[in-house]
């Protein structure tokens, strides 16, 4: 039988990996790109993307940004 | 003996609640907040008497300054990490802390796996928001309205330093440093001068040389005395100066030189050589000067550039760094401090993977190029908003990053296993394991303590030096202890 020490010990270390596991499951790692060129060099492609998620109303959002000052 | 390096950060966010009838900053970052700390340990409370913010290097306690605290700021909202970190609500914001790291590369580590709990408390958070609303959290310094918050560093110094060495070794290194650690802003703020472009958030924001204030008419030089460590060893340089990066590399120069240069001036290799004409004047035309070619008047009637000043800087750490001094680390810092004065010297926009602003730059001449916007059109602050965006799939950087448009300094898999795990080899080691292990039996925390909840009552743990508490020292106690049995051999050890 393991101490009771010993158990809790390998509890928390059950309890940390399920914890990373559940972190690697929402940042899945990246697909290694080969393709490492200079960013003009796909720029069209990287335009696009850029044309596709950028927020819409971007007059009103960049409006309604607005903070508190902090340090 | 020199100082060891000890660095930490703390990162202040913007947040911005898609689609809600109102916006209220407090309220999101308190949501934000308290999302990742119900999936973390039991609430643990921090330790503020080992706080005095309003203590002032140049030896007086600013009284004037003192906020007038209302009941209900007692319950701020705080969260002890284990990786040894810290994350609360601060003002209006969410904060973020690294743990104190020995080296310029754990820092990039500890700092991008703050991005990630900030990225995994949004998931967590917008499940209780209503369908259509969406959290945006972002990692930049300013809403372009005048209304900054801050990305501030520390260093561990050695109290033997005259303060004004340090003022006067470290401000023309601060004012020029910005060509390399800028995180690049379209249009300008605060009454400085229009600008289309510029190279740093935060460089409107500046009208003092020194003082205490980190909120109004923000100093160069911060004169925060608060080590928490040995005060009688021991200073903690506060600085504020700084922009939010999101390119590791940028990262790490900025704290890797930065390290530098304060082991320098412990030296006292670098005093009063560069001291500027006008620090507050040259700190917003050199953000503006995109070719970095301008000089800058230096009291002893030099004119030098922002790259030459640095370049000088660069030259005395070659000259005076010990061998024990230039780790693998401290060198791989110096070649890409080198590398990129040389790039900055013959074409800046040949940075275009490395550097924050250049990275920015380039991003925003192509989109105008293909749109034909004007500079200060709203798509065009949109995007240079969006690049510090925290969501893999919006933000602008992070999309830059996994198609392996920037340079890397990790891995993704180093910065996962930072959101778990403290760095070995400071005292964040002895407090992020003690969290892990021991959390029902912890009191509170603060840096420099920890306070047990043992049988005989509380038990304070002072850790003074930041560079104890190491897996090298304690790891083998930790791992073998009963809490009780941890308390009882530091109280002898400490006989």
């Known amino acids: 039988m393991p101490s009771e020490k010993q158990q809790e010990y390998k509890?928390?270390?059950?309890?940390?990996?399920?914890?990373?596991?559940?972190?690697?499951?929402?940042?899945?790692?990246p697909e290694l790109n080969e393709n490492v060129d200079e960013l003009t060099e796909d720029?069209?492609?990287?335009?696009?993307?850029?044309d596709e998620i950028l927020e819409e109303n971007s007059e009103e959002f960049v409006e309604n940004y607005i903070q508190r000052g902090g340090q | 003996m020199s100082t060891p390096t000890i660095i930490g950060t703390e990162t202040e966010f913007g947040i911005s609640v898609k689609n809600a009838r109102e916006q209220d900053p407090i309220a999101a970052s308190t949501l934000v907040v308290n999302a990742y700390r119900s999936r973390n340990i039991p609430t643990i409370?921090?330790?503020?008497?080992?706080?005095?913010?309003?203590?002032?290097?140049?030896?007086?306690?600013?009284?004037?300054?003192?906020?007038i605290v209302e009941e209900d700021t007692y319950s701020v909202i705080n969260d002890i990490l284990i990786n040894g970190g810290r994350y609360y609500v601060d003002h209006a914001h969410p904060e973020y802390c690294t743990p104190e790291c020995s080296n310029a590369r754990d820092l990039v580590k500890y700092e991008k796996a703050g991005e990630l709990i900030l990225d995994l408390?949004?998931?967590?958070?917008?499940?209780?928001?209503?369908?259509?609303?969406?959290?945006?959290?972002?990692?930049?310094n300013t809403d372009y309205k005048g209304h900054s918050y801050g990305s501030h560093e520390n260093y561990l110094m050695s109290r033997k330093i005259d303060f004004s060495d340090i003022v006067d070794g470290l401000t023309?290194?601060?004012v020029t440093r910005q060509i390399i650690t800028g995180s690049g802003k379209v249009?300008?703020?605060?009454?400085?001068?229009?600008?289309?472009?510029?190279?740093?958030?935060?460089?409107?924001?500046?009208e003092k040389e020194v003082g205490l204030s980190t909120m109004v008419e923000r100093p160069i030089i911060n004169t925060r005395d608060e080590p928490h460590a040995d005060s009688t060893r021991y200073r903690r340089l506060h600085v504020i100066v700084g922009d939010s990066n999101m390119s590791e590399f940028t990262i790490y120069l900025k704290v890797g030189i930065t390290a530098i240069v304060l082991q320098l001036i412990e030296k006292q290799v670098v005093r009063n050589q560069f001291a500027l004409n006008e620090p507050v004047t040259a700190i917003k035309s050199i953000s503006r000067d995109l070719m970095c070619n301008q000089k800058i008047e230096l009291k002893d009637g030099r004119n030098l550039t922002a790259i030459e000043i640095q370049r000088a800087y660069l030259n005395l750490a070659q000259k005076h760094l010990s061998d024990d001094e230039r780790t693998p680390i401290v060198d791989d810092v110096m070649q890409k401090w080198d590398f990129v004065l040389n790039r900055l010297q013959n074409d800046p926009m040949s940075l275009g993977r490395h550097l924050d602003w250049i990275i920015k730059k380039k991003l925003i001449?192509?989109?105008i190029a293909r749109h034909g916007f004007k500079w200060t059109d709203p798509q065009v602050r949109m995007l240079d908003l969006q690049y510090h965006d925290l969501r893999p799939d919006k933000g602008l950087y992070l999309r830059l990053q996994k198609n392996g448009h920037v340079e890397r300094i990790l891995t993704h898999e180093e910065v996962v296993h930072a959101i778990q795990h403290p760095p070995s080899d400071t005292r964040a080691y002895f407090r992020?394991?003690?969290?892990?292990?021991?959390?029902?039996?912890?009191?509170?925390v603060s840096w420099n303590s920890i306070i047990f909840n043992g049988p005989s009552g509380l038990e304070k743990i002072m850790m003074e030096r930041p560079h104890f508490g190491t897996q090298e020292i304690v790891g083998e106690m930790l791992n073998n202890c009963t809490v009780d049995e941890l308390v009882n051999q530091i109280r002898d050890d400490c006989k």
């Open chain 1, 11 to 29: 509890d928390n270390a059950i309890k940390e990996n399920e914890a990373i596991k559940e972190n690697e499951e929402i940042y899945p790692n």
């Open chain 1, 43 to 50: 720029l069209d492609a990287l335009l696009d993307e850029i």
């Open chain 2, 45 to 67: 409370s921090w330790d503020y008497a080992q706080e005095s913010p309003l203590m002032d290097a140049r030896g007086f306690i600013d009284e004037s300054q003192k906020p």
């Open chain 2, 121 to 140: 408390s949004r998931l967590a958070a917008e499940q209780l928001l209503l369908d259509n609303q969406e959290i945006i959290i972002y990692k930049n």
């Open chain 2, 172 to 174: 023309p290194f601060i």
């Open chain 2, 187 to 206: 249009g300008a703020e605060n009454g400085a001068g229009e600008t289309d472009f510029q190279i740093s958030q935060r460089a409107d924001f500046f």
């Open chain 2, 365 to 367: 001449d192509a989109y």
């Open chain 2, 432 to 444: 992020g394991t003690c969290l892990r292990r021991f959390p029902s039996h912890i009191h509170s």
